[in-house]
């Protein structure tokens, strides 16, 4: 893996473990200053950006009027300098999506959105991303081209993935504990974490990962290599479950 292979695999990653982003979008009340709100965001398989919000937002009017768009995500710290953290803009255009896989993925990401269901003005929307900006730290600075961002899409559908969640949720709950307590022990400053079996559900997959929450917060568990079928995701996750279980 080259360099630049390197920084896209580090930009997906802060963007699949961050889902709070800034959208900037041009108001068109300020006659196109920038505007920027805050949204909960989702990626698509292959890298491109899902968000749901209301018609009446203002960053949703601004996007009727002109669909151009940055999405900016962060990892942010409560120490030190902000400056030394990886930080990720994504640009490009953004229309209406009308796609009920994506609708239920995001609904299984984000639970307390599917309540807005019952808001009649509440639309998804798909930013394609035409450009990158990631910064990894000091010195890990890139441009990065689509195609080195985007990924192919896996060969499993949105009922297979459903399918390896249940599983995984229903008859493997204790590896799903165990993976993410030893993902926290290696990689949090927090260490000795312990997870009851039930407590941690999978919430997505993705190619290169997939998100477990607990508590009602969400970790975001990277695979080794992309998962391209759902053979891989298995070989993967018995892999870490036999490497959580040996910690």
């Excluded at 035409?130 to 990924?151: A, S, Y």
């Amino acid at each position: 893996m080259n360099e630049r292979q390197h920084a896209a695999q580090q930009a997906r990653a802060l963007a699949q473990r961050n889902s709070t982003a800034v959208l900037s979008t041009l108001s068109k009340k300020l006659g196109g200053m920038p505007f920027g709100s805050v949204s909960p965001v989702m990626l698509t398989d292959e890298g491109h950006i899902v968000f749901y919000v209301s018609d009446i937002a203002q960053h949703a009017r601004n996007l009727n009027q002109d669909n151009r768009l940055s999405v900016t995500l962060y990892d942010s710290t409560d120490k030190g300098d902000q400056n030394t953290q990886g930080r990720l803009t994504l640009s490009g255009h953004a229309r209406v999506i009308d796609n009920n896989d994506l609708a239920e993925r995001y609904y299984q990401r984000f639970p307390s959105a599917e309540g807005y269901k019952k808001a009649h003005d509440f639309k998804f929307w798909q930013l394609n991303v035409e450009h990158i900006r990631f910064i990894g730290g000091f010195g890990e600075i890139f441009w990065l081209e689509p195609n080195e961002w985007l990924v192919s899409a896996p060969e499993w559908d949105h009922n297979a993935a459903l399918g390896m969640i249940t599983h995984m949720n229903e008859d493997h709950a204790d590896a799903c504990a165990l993976i993410l307590q030893q993902q926290l022990n290696q990689h949090s400053h927090v260490k000795d974490n312990t997870f009851e079996a039930g407590s941690v559900t999978m919430r997505s997959v993705y190619p290169d990962g997939f998100h477990l929450s607990y508590d009602e917060r969400t970790f975001f568990v990277p695979f080794e290599a992309l998962a391209t079928n759902g053979q891989q995701v298995r070989q993967q996750l018995v892999k870490m479950t036999h490497q959580a279980r040996a910690a």
